[in-house]
């Protein structure tokens, strides 16, 4: 299902580059990857960190001399703390010919890592990095007989683009009650290999999804990844964007342990009173996101909600999150929260009978039901930026309905409109359009 090769390196393609060839060929014009990034030489030691070890004995442990492993914990401050690593963070220490340490390099997760080596002021300087990976741009297709996630599963294409297609479409289609026999999908993602880290030589993971389709009942539902200025959204055929102005939940939870109630038998006091919020249950730690862009106007600590946060947005919406076990970095009073950004973790402080998130919206100074609100989407194509999008959905539209349906009852469904020309012209260039922004939360 290889749709055709890009090789990325450190970052993204920016302006004023060429077009990348999974927008504007057809797979007979694949060009030959360039070659990879190179790699660092082999380390003098590597691991991964065990419990109840500090950054320091485990430098000591190599020999470094606790002055020099001072000025490393001191250069990589402003970027890193090293006396928070943590069980199962990877390490690799390269080394000169003397002996001598040149650099460290610390996973932060599969993607990014913490370097620090010599030079500089203090001997040493720190500096996040992505991990070199080999980007390639996959199509994948579907129709349904059983369920989304068995279609993938018959083709053996990876679940997490399930998952990226549920979160993608969530607030237009319900993926429970509303998906059909024969309702089907055609997908533009973005595949990443790494080549270096933690997951080098491990399974590839599903990255950014470029264009989708879901058609339901013969009603088509579209997604186009596209940069709308000062940042990149997933929007509808008509350029409105398919992400609401909050998020359904703020969190990966693991079930609903308290319902929004005006009267709910309360655990700890037995007695009934309102509950006016949805209480989410989660491992404690769980990370607890900002449900939409706003400012905080509160992060502190009452008695009965314990840690708190609370956000002012958009249209009169305030939200707040209960019982958090910590704040994450840089939340407080008058801080800027963009959605789907970390504010805390999943705790059980204040008046709690284990770890949950309770979580509670206000419109216009009323409590409301989270789970039922009607929200406004976010914000559409600018219009100095439809003329652009309309093209790129046009050529994304033209990629997508060339990609064949296989019916795993025997028949091809849709055979595609496969075609030795290349794709309509008139998007420009179409990796400004979203290669120079990540995308939200995707």
């Not at 595949?191 to 880290?197: N, P, S, W, Y």
């Not at 028949?411 to 922004?437: C, K, L, M, R, V």
């Amino acid at each position: 299902l290889v749709f055709l090769f890009i090789l990325a390196g450190r970052g993204a393609p920016g302006r004023g580059q060429k077009p990348s060839p999974a927008l504007t060929a057809p797979r007979e014009s694949l060009r030959t990857p360039a070659p990879s990034p190179p790699l660092p030489a082999e380390p003098l030691h590597a691991g991964v960190v065990k419990r109840n070890l500090s950054f320091f004995d485990l430098l000591t442990g190599f020999g470094l001399p606790p002055e020099q492993i001072h000025q490393i914990t001191k250069s990589a401050k402003p970027v890193y703390n090293f006396k928070k690593i943590y069980p199962g963070q990877t390490y690799e220490l390269f080394g000169g010919g003397n002996g001598s340490l040149d650099s460290l390099r610390f996973s932060l997760d599969a993607e990014t890592y913490i370097e620090v080596a010599s030079g500089g002021e203090t001997g040493f300087q720190a500096a996040r990095k992505e991990y070199p990976f080999l980007l390639e741009t996959r199509q994948a297709s579907g129709i349904i007989v059983h369920s989304l996630f068995a279609s993938l599963s018959e083709q053996k294409l990876p679940q997490e683009l399930g998952v990226k297609l549920v979160d993608l479409f969530a607030w237009d289609i319900d993926f429970f009650s509303e998906i059909r026999k024969n309702d089907y999908f055609r997908v533009i993602y973005e595949e990443k290999t790494m080549l270096d880290g933690p997951q080098a030589k491990k399974q590839s993971r599903v990255g950014r999804i470029l264009a989708a389709e879901f058609n339901l009942s013969g009603r088509n539902h579209y997604a186009f990844l596209f940069n709308n200025g000062d940042f990149a959204d997933y929007f509808d055929a008509d350029g409105k964007s398919l992400r609401k102005q909050l998020l359904k939940a703020p969190l990966n939870y693991t079930r609903i342990s308290s319902n929004f109630s005006h009267r709910r038998l309360h655990p700890i006091t037995r007695h009934y009173a309102p509950h006016l919020g949805i209480d989410y249950a989660a491992p404690a730690g769980t990370p607890v996101m900002s449900t939409g862009d706003g400012v905080v106007l509160a992060a502190s600590y009452r008695n009965t909600n314990g840690n708190y946060v609370k956000i002012r947005h958009a249209n009169n919406y305030i939200s707040y999150y209960l019982h958090l076990s910590k704040f994450a970095p840089g939340i407080k009073n008058g801080a800027k929260v963009s959605q789907g950004q970390v504010i805390g973790y999943v705790g059980t402080t204040g008046r709690s009978t284990g770890p949950h998130l309770d979580y509670r919206i206000k419109k216009n100074g009323k409590f409301v039901n989270p789970r039922r609100m009607k929200l406004p989407p976010a914000r559409p194509v600018s219009e100095e930026r439809m003329a652009e999008f309309e093209a790129l959905k046009n050529v994304q539209i033209s990629l997508l309905q060339r990609i064949p349906i296989k019916d795993p009852r025997g028949q091809y469904f849709a055979s595609g409109e496969e075609s030795e020309t290349s794709a309509p012209s008139g998007a420009g260039n179409i990796q400004d359009h979203y290669e120079t922004y990540p995308s939200p939360s995707q």
